[in-house]
């Protein structure tokens, strides 16, 4: 393959397929020294497989990589590092309890003897005028964990620095800055391109990436779509290479049959997360929430449901003002919450499907004192038909289930509460095409039994198939309501980047 | 996409887990009878209706002490203030057992009484404060014994009328109180745990507190309940014990947390929660009951006992470990 001499990385013909399912295909970078190249694309159009592989987390299927003009044996993370590719992670990882200058000479204290001596005041020397060089004020002797997000993120910097980094990978690295920061943060990136160091930037900002990039490459599911000079594109032209495809035959068809009101917020706010947020869903109605990640959309739904505070506004329940303060009185006001994290918040992994179902409605089963068993398992026999669950029986353990049958569970477990409104949140995270496929048609026949359903989903074709009106959030601010003719790729995008 | 590699591995895990989990679930009973069975071969002592009431009298203090700390367990929590409790309820008990004092029935209730406010008081600390259940009554342990040994001057209350020394140590029928209160306890037990609202979200709170809470159970009532029971039950042992030896000692009870504590984890509860069966408990209790039994009638001195007992203790967790589902 020919090597550009300027270029630092070459990639070619990149594939990594998990269990069939391509995730990267025949993807393609050349990162020339000295450039702020910047990777985009949706949610799950690639990019963190393809820097998990450059970082040497994962093994690809095929493809080449050159670099610094040899051919890059991926290996481990170890060899990654100490061949010059440092990758700044979106969630920080550093030892909370350890000194900055410790954090930054992780690893590589004592050129790998581990029983040398360790010298503190020698770390923080070399961690002081490297800080100095990068023009932050941060005190090497200082706990990680007394530091603001934001010095955190400029001391994962400083160590891919010290690392003599000529690759430097940046995920998200301003999703928690504030502007000042944004800006010292551009300042110590021009200053590194300038030295020959090349940076592989992230993010889903545009003005961010028109600020700093000279080149953008562009992923979508998996393929490499193209590659241009910053200055060739503007922001419309960037998004279209970014969403621009059809929408399939996914989405089953469904009128929109408008009832009575069941939910309506209104002023909502909490602070630090979101505010001001009004919108009303009907029965028989899915409302839509798009933005970006990490906007506030989830903290809205754990709100409603009565996971988190409220700080300010009403919710009401078919027109009635009601103050949810825990799970409890929001499922029996006759709300729903199928949360985004099925592992964490949704299932007991170690119980079996029939007890995870039943454990939010478990006072209808009983008679007298004890639980009826025969009651208990009907419920459960019944709704794992109705939801076509595959599993060997009702006390199979969750734990062993697929993805897309855990998710089924936990939304069986919502509706055996007999909700009048479900909020499924990413409903579809993480789980196939096909089984996709079925939560789509799950939430039609929800939608046809007049449920109100609010759909919280990063993926926009899902959201503009499924939702008959579109809210938009961005920073925790409600930018638009969008109605289903409204509501387009486009328009949803540029409502999600309003500052 | 990653969700694919996960399902593979838990199906590649899952006949290898199954095989195991196979081997715990009925190799515990199996392990119980086959150590009984070797026993009787060994020494023809061991197989005598005497000396299975021996065994099971001795064992019941601590399967008591064990059933309470298993809803713990199983709910994620410890307690290891069980040992103070047995001494508090024991000499507050005592106290109004005196011969010609009050009816029978009133320091049995007074020391019931006083078990269920120590556990209600150690799950009120846990609820609402952040502190870790296991400092909490670490804390209350030194308090329970400290209390016990305030309420008795310090000096064993002795003296105690013949209906209070009978609840322990008589026999109806032939058969030892304390075997058929302890059979009556575990009938109870199993029935909270396994057939009621109340069991089940114990189950649910170990196995995933977030989940729990989001599905509508309140972590504080669950957590109270299962803490003011298990203060219940450490009552009703310390009753026992003090009517068995006919004494309220302040200094009773000492070290019998751990055994509790063996018991439920030798019957494969687990101690990160959400896991555990009453009979499980029971039979881990037996098991101990048995060996030590044994080992005594082979006349293996106790410091052997010991070790041979703490191996055992280790090798449970072991198999807990390897058995724990979603420990991709």
């Known amino acids: ?499 | 996409m990653e969700n694919g590699i996960n399902t593979y591995v838990n199906k590649v895990g899952h006949s290898y887990k199954t095989r195991l989990r196979g081997i715990n679930k009925y190799g515990l009973m199996l392990a119980f009878i086959s150590i009984c069975l070797v026993l009787s071969f060994i020494t023809p002592r061991f197989l005598t209706i005497q000396n299975l009431m021996i065994i099971v009298t001795q064992v019941s203090i601590n399967a008591l002490l064990a059933f309470g700390v298993t809803f713990v367990i199983i709910t994620g929590g410890i307690d290891l203030s069980i040992g103070s409790m047995v001494a508090v309820a024991g000499v507050v008990a005592a106290t109004f057992a005196h011969p010609d004092t009050y009816p029978v029935v009133v320091p049995v209730a007074i020391g019931l009484l006083a078990g269920l406010l120590f556990g209600a008081f150690n799950g009120l600390v846990i609820t609402r404060s952040k502190v870790p259940p296991f400092i909490v009554t670490l804390g209350t342990m030194t308090i329970g014994r400290g209390l016990a040994l305030i309420l008795s001057k310090g000096r064993p209350v002795s003296n105690l009328s013949d209906s209070f020394n009978f609840i322990g140590g008589g026999k109806i029928l032939g058969v030892p109180t304390l075997i058929i209160i302890l059979i009556v306890a575990f009938f109870i037990c199993s029935v909270i745990l396994h057939k009621t609202v109340i069991g089940r979200y114990m189950y649910a709170v170990g196995g995933n507190e977030q989940a729990a809470r989001a599905s509508g159970i309140q972590l504080s009532t669950v957590k109270m309940i299962v803490y003011t029971l298990c203060g219940g039950l450490a009552a009703l042992a310390g009753i026992l014990l003090t009517s068995r030896i006919t004494t309220g000692q302040p200094n009773a009870g000492t070290g019998f947390e751990l055994d509790a504590i063996a018991a439920a984890i030798i019957g494969g509860t687990s101690t990160s929660g959400g896991t555990g069966t009453m009979t499980g408990t029971l039979i881990g209790a037996l098991l101990i009951g048995v060996i030590s039994n044994g080992l005594d009638l082979l006349n293996v001195t106790s410091y052997y006992q010991q070790v041979v007992m703490g191996t055992i203790i280790i090798g449970a967790v072991v198999l807990d470990s390897v058995n724990r589902p979603g420990t991709e």
């Open chain 1, 1 to 499: 393959m020919p090597l550009e001499p300027n270029n630092i990385l070459e990639v070619r013909g990149l594939t990594k397929t998990f269990s069939g399912v391509k995730a990267l295909n025949n993807v393609q970078l050349s990162l020339r020294k000295g450039e702020v190249h910047a990777l985009m694309g949706e949610n799950g159009a690639g990019k963190s497989t393809f820097m998990k592989i450059l970082m040497g987390l994962l093994t690809p299927d095929s493809g080449q990589i050159n670099f610094d003009g040899y051919p890059f044996k991926v290996g481990s993370v170890h060899d990654v590092l100490k061949s010059g590719i440092s990758m700044i992670h979106q969630e920080i990882l550093a030892v909370p309890e350890l000194t900055v200058a410790q954090n930054i000479f992780l690893g590589r204290e004592t050129n790998g003897r581990l029983f040398d001596w360790l010298n503190d005041r020698h770390l923080e020397k070399q961690a002081r005028e490297l800080l100095e060089q990068m023009r932050v004020s941060i005190r090497p002797d200082a706990r990680m964990k007394e530091l603001s997000v934001a010095e955190m993120q400029m001391v994962e910097i400083a160590k891919a620095i010290s690392n003599q980094a000529k690759v430097i990978i940046m995920d998200e690295p301003t999703s928690a800055l504030a502007a000042t920061e944004v800006t010292t943060l551009f300042g110590i990136i021009r200053e590194l391109t300038r030295k020959g160091v090349a940076i592989i930037y992230i993010s889903h900002r545009m003005d961010e990436i028109f600020a700093l990039a000279d080149t953008i490459t562009v992923l979508r599911d998996g393929n490499y779509i193209g590659t241009k000079p910053a200055a060739d594109l503007d922001e419309a032209a960037l998004i279209t290479m970014m969403v621009g495809r059809e929408l399939d035959t996914l989405f089953p068809e469904s009128e929109s049959q408008q009832g009575e009101e069941v939910l309506s917020v209104n002023n909502l706010s909490s602070k630090g997360k979101f505010s001001n947020i009004n919108f009303v869903v009907h029965a028989g109605e899915v409302l839509g929430m798009a933005g970006l990640m990490g906007v506030g959309r989830t903290e809205i739904a754990r709100a409603i449901f009565g996971l988190d505070r409220i700080h300010a506004g009403t919710v009401c329940i078919k027109g009635k003002p009601t103050a949810i303060t825990s799970p409890q009185e929001a499922i029996q006001a006759g709300i729903g919450y199928v949360s985004e994290d099925r592992k964490q918040v949704g299932l007991i992994p170690g119980l079996s499907v029939q007890y995870n179902m039943t454990l939010a409605s478990l006072s209808n089963y009983t008679s007298g004192l004890l639980i009826g068993s025969r009651k208990e398992s009907e419920a459960a026999t019944t709704m794992m038909a109705d939801l076509r669950i595959k599993a060997t029986g009702p006390s199979q353990k969750v734990v062993y289930l697929s993805g897309g049958n855990q998710q089924k569970v936990v939304i069986g477990k919502v509706l055996l509460a007999s909700p009048s409104l479900i909020i499924l949140d990413e409903p579809t995270r993480g789980i196939d095409v096909g089984a996709k496929a079925e939560i789509y048609k799950l939430i039609a026949r929800l939608k046809a039994a007049g449920i109100a359903i609010v759909l919280i989903s990063s993926e926009l074709p899902e959201l503009l198939g499924l939702s008959d009106r579109v809210l938009v959030l961005s920073k925790g601010k409600q930018t638009a309501l969008l109605s289903k003719d409204e509501a387009t790729q486009e328009t949803i995008m540029r409502y999600a980047m309003q500052p």
